[in-house]
């Protein structure tokens, strides 16, 4: 276990005047499985800005992962879907921990699969650094550094309120 | 005692070729259908292709005809972006008196990275997985009279589709069941996955008593075999594998085994009707039904795609 400890209810909070700055008319909201699309769908219903972009995307690293000849498949996780035309849109996307970019960059791939969107914008909960792409996010409510042994992540509980669980040794 | 592994499956039990649904763990089936239904929505795209087999072969080995067969793992091959290379090695090596395992020597040669087998003689894929680097893959697409794993697993997957749980189902297969690899590995799928009641239904010629043994209730007589059903799997008659007169014609089965709208009605009135193809009209099916508003056949062959897109993908990312 670790001593770290990240409000995740309170960074959600950061998030939320993040995108209410970052927001734009016309936009449409798109959240990666899982932890970001739990983020898409409750910003929609907490930001009545948002209310007027429809059913949040959700969408899947899973078929352009590039570590899949190590990991292979990965189950369990959901396939993407995409309410709304991908070709001219401005897509503000929603992840929960930014680190390595590699799973931007498969969901980027993944999203071109379906058109061109206009643009694409991105906010997270939380940037743990350790970049090994040229990504950065537009808005991250949090920046914190962990070792690459330990493994970040959202969590859900049944009521909706966030929590992160940390996993592998410090 | 020697405890000997599944073939199929590495050290960690995750699947690395698919040679039969015999001895599958439920979660490994349940698996693929999950993943078909991922890539079920790919058709659905501008760019129908993933690039998980980008640069990786995948030979075509088809020792025996096959057109659907052979084109959906082709078509599901290349939307993984793999190189499909189809051998029609029934007119060229083994005519000419290559054994099987030189042929598959010669293949890896040639930096073959999944092998797709159909073969008149059972256990052949198996052989074949034996004996290839461990890279390599293979997948049973046909044996003999053993088993079609896809075929069984894209009928699980088309069941799933329709009827969501497996445990409250009665499922009739219908026909030729001696000769039917198809039979086989459907009854091996629905066993593994929990339906309570299968009925394998048919003359005592082409459905010998000792299928009792694989779970099911064996029924010579149609009306008693299909009556409450939810699913119906009609099978082909197959004529190039019978030897001697084990019908006394095609006029003879159809009226006692094709499947009519009148019989049907003894079915669930929400019954699907599957057939693994090619169909014959009028022998094992009626146009009425096979065309009918209860006839999921042609769905059948687009789920085939996905379910065949998911095994080679699962394979390819395990290691053996």
């Known amino acids: 276990m670790s001593s770290l400890t990240l409000d995740a209810e309170a960074l959600y909070a950061e998030l939320r005047s993040g995108v209410r700055s970052l927001w734009r008319p016309g936009m449409v909201v798109m959240g990666i499985w899982s932890g970001g699309a739990w983020l898409a769908e409750r910003l929609v219903a907490d930001l009545p800005e948002l209310a007027g972009a429809g059913r949040p995307a959700v969408i899947s690293s899973t078929l352009h992962r590039d570590d899949f000849s190590a990991r292979g498949m990965a189950s369990g996780t959901d396939a993407t879907k995409i309410p709304f035309a991908v070709d001219g849109a401005h897509i503000l996307l929603l992840a929960d921990v930014l680190f390595t970019g590699r799973t931007i960059r498969a969901v980027l791939n993944e999203l071109f699969d379906f058109g061109r969107p206009a643009s694409v914008t991105l906010a997270v909960l939380v940037d743990r650094g350790g970049r090994e792409l040229p990504i950065q996010p537009a808005f991250a409510a949090a920046k914190i550094v962990l070792p690459a042994t330990q493994k970040l992540s959202l969590a859900r509980a049944d009521g909706g309120r966030f929590t992160f669980s940390v996993q592998g040794q410090a | ?320």
């Open chain 2, 1 to 320: 005692m020697l405890h000997k592994r599944n073939p199929q499956l590495n050290r960690r039990g995750e699947l690395i070729h698919l040679l039969s649904i015999e001895g599958l763990p439920r979660e490994v089936v349940t698996q693929i259908l999950d993943t078909a239904g991922t890539f079920l929505s790919v058709n659905d795209r501008e760019v129908k292709k993933v690039p998980l087999l980008r640069g990786k072969s995948v030979f075509n080995l088809f020792f025996e005809n096959s057109t659907r067969t052979r084109t959906t793992f082709e078509i599901a091959a290349k939307r993984l972006s793999a190189d499909v290379i189809n051998l029609d090695i029934a007119k060229s090596s083994a005519a000419k008196g290559e054994s099987l395992l030189d042929t598959i020597a010669n293949l890896s040669a040639m930096h073959a990275d999944m092998f797709v087998v159909r073969h008149s003689e059972s256990g052949a894929p198996y052989l074949i997985a034996q004996h290839c680097a461990p890279h390599v893959h293979v997948v049973n697409a046909g044996d003999g009279r053993h088993a079609h794993p896809t075929q069984g697993l894209l009928d699980m997957y088309t069941i799933r589709h329709y009827k969501q749980d497996f445990t409250q189902l009665s499922v009739a297969i219908v026909g030729d069941i001696v000769h039917s690899r198809v039979a086989r590995s459907d009854i091996h799928a629905l066993t593994t996955l929990g339906v309570p009641d299968i009925r394998a239904v048919g003359p005592k010629t082409l459905v010998p008593g000792d299928f009792q043994g694989m779970g099911v209730r064996v029924c010579h007589d149609m009306a008693e075999g299909i009556r409450g059903a939810d699913v119906i799997i009609m099978l082909r008659l197959q004529n190039e594998r019978m030897s001697g007169a084990m019908l006394p014609s095609a006029g003879e089965f159809f009226k006692h085994y094709g499947l009519t709208e009148d019989k049907l009605r003894l079915a669930k009135p929400d019954a699907i009707v599957m057939h693994p193809g090619p169909i014959n009209r009028g022998v094992e099916i009626d146009s009425a039904v096979a065309d009918g508003s209860h006839s999921v056949i042609l769905p059948q062959v687009t789920f085939g795609i996905a379910v065949r897109m998911a095994v080679m993908s699962i394979i390819s990312g395990n290691e053996a």
